[in-house]
């Protein structure tokens, strides 16, 4: 199983970012999608999720109105976009994939991309 994410980098304050992970080695359709983000001695959080049939999505009270998370399943790919970006959303964010009933929690996912880098400069 890999999960390639992508799309991080250095913006203002402001700015947007589309984050993508592309899977491969998995079912992409059978699996709930997750974006996380851990910001320099901080835990891992939950950004926002989607899940794998109804596609009902939920979002951390910082990302909502924000970010969006979306998946296809036709690309194997889910994505992130951020909005309206803020020095405190600097992170690396993390894509990830799950098949728990525990989809809305960290604990609940199996695979792991690599990390994405954002930097949001004020």
């Known amino acids: 199983v890999q999960l390639q994410a992508c799309g991080g980098g250095l913006v203002q304050a402001g700015g947007s970012l589309e984050l993508s992970c592309a899977a491969s080695g998995l079912p992409f359709r059978n699996y709930h999608w997750g974006w996380f983000r851990q910001a320099p001695g901080q835990e891992r959080e939950l950004v926002a999720a989607v899940r794998r049939s109804s596609g009902v999505t939920v979002y951390a009270d910082s990302a909502k109105g924000r970010f969006t998370i979306s998946r296809d399943n036709a690309k194997d790919s889910v994505y992130l976009q951020m909005n309206g970006l803020k020095p405190e959303d600097t992170a690396v964010y993390y894509c990830?994939?799950?098949?728990?009933?525990?989809?809305?929690?960290?604990?609940?996912?199996?695979?792991w991309g690599q990390g994405t880098l954002v930097t949001v400069s004020s």
């Open positions: 990830a994939a799950s098949q728990n009933v525990n989809w809305r929690m960290m604990s609940g996912y199996k695979y």
